[in-house]
């Protein structure tokens, strides 16, 4: 219990101390005129307030990623607990903030525009594809996995096939319609049940005095499965509350809609903080109520889906779970929508379409939902492994156009280029080692990503050489 109750405290901390580094050193401008108002179409780019771009940014991002991650993330043990905390204020809050802040001073930018930009116009048709994939590979695992808990939820009454098709038919409208209209006003309703079913389980781990694993050498060595190494493993398996590429996919939209920069550090350094917070709450709670074997033993069964049910009801009883499970539900959905939505908007900006016409919007939409639906005859662990690698490859691409940013800027760009060296480290040597990737021995896939990490860092500053040479403009719009 003393771990994870200092686990939450740090992150806490961690936004009121290196959350004001970060902004000080990224430097806010107030007077600056955002994109939500230099591009304001009624679309995309829509003034909204601080309450409710927090509230949409952070359900944007809390996916089933913040829950089922760290409860598969739990068979590690308390190292699980390290991971969610340094990664989420060192290196996830400060890629949010960065990807957010950097696509407000250019138009509103995706990350894709953004890579072609800072890192060459190469990147941007490499880093297209990789959003893209991850936008689907997303967007479709948080249509199964909601659906599902649905359907567990309502004990079969409803047909699982029509469970998906009411979340795909909230999709279509959430992508297409403007975002102010349905995003921007059932987002707070959605808030309150997200709030009842991560308070309530972390109150209840609490009130009960659930044995919680503390950090130690012992649970350092034993606790995680074998045959499977906290490197590079729990790093892939922990994303989302610690480190994650989708969130840069994200961060966009509500660049589109912030009124001041000054807002920013809450709406992209705090709600990753928040988001870390739930990661925390659902790895102590997996870790609490299951030993090691019968966490792994349900999991393998039936799915990260079942230890939600079987915490919350646990936990709060048959009432208080059923309204935290739905609030599990919820995070799925509201990610979800937007994935579709910034799959959409990526698009368009890659073929320049402009996005007032209704039908434009629908035709780019279309065949991202044709191709989704195809995907949902997968199965769940097949998409998660590829979503793991392709969502920590999307981080760490952001994490260098952070890092190029800030050297362009002539600021401290090691708060970037460190935690992009170590994202390069640890997607390289999975994927190097994975069955899904090469299948090299897990020594010599570590060796390759260090060789892989020096020519990278070695490119990054060629290239921030030409940029300088260049005298590349580092932020597109302009002072009010």
Known sequence: MVTFILAIILLIVGYFTYGKVIEKLFGVKSARKTPAYANQDNIDYVPMSTKKNAMIQLLNIAGVGPIFGPIMGA????VAFLWIVFGCIFAGAVHDYLTGMISIRNRGA?????????????????????SV????????VFVTSPAELLHNLMNGWVALGIIVAVIFIYYIASTILPIDKIIGRIYPIFGILLVISAVGVGVGLIVTGAPIPELSMSTLKNLHPAGTPIFPLL???ISCGALSGFHATQSPIISRTLKNENQARRVFYGMMIA????AMIWAAAAMSLFHGTDLNELINTAGPAAVVSEVSTKMLGSI??????LGVIILPITSGDTCFRSARMIIADYIKVGQTKILNRIWIAAPLFIISFLLTRIDFNILWRYFSWANQTTAMIALWVGAMYLVLSRKFHWVASIPATFATIFTFTYILNAPIGFNLPMPLSFIGSLIIAVIIIGLFWIKAKQNMNEQLPVDLEKVA
């Open 235 to 237: 790093f892939l398996t």
């Open 110 to 130: 995706h990350l894709p525009e953004l890579a072609g930009k800072f890192l060459g116009k190469a990147m941007k048709h490499v880093v297209n594809i990789f």
């Open 320 to 325: 208080g779970g059923t309204l935290a499970v």
């Open 133 to 140: 994939l991850l936008l689907l590979l997303t967007g479709t």
């Open 275 to 278: 988001e870390g917070i739930i």
């Open 75 to 78: 068979l590690y043990g308390p």
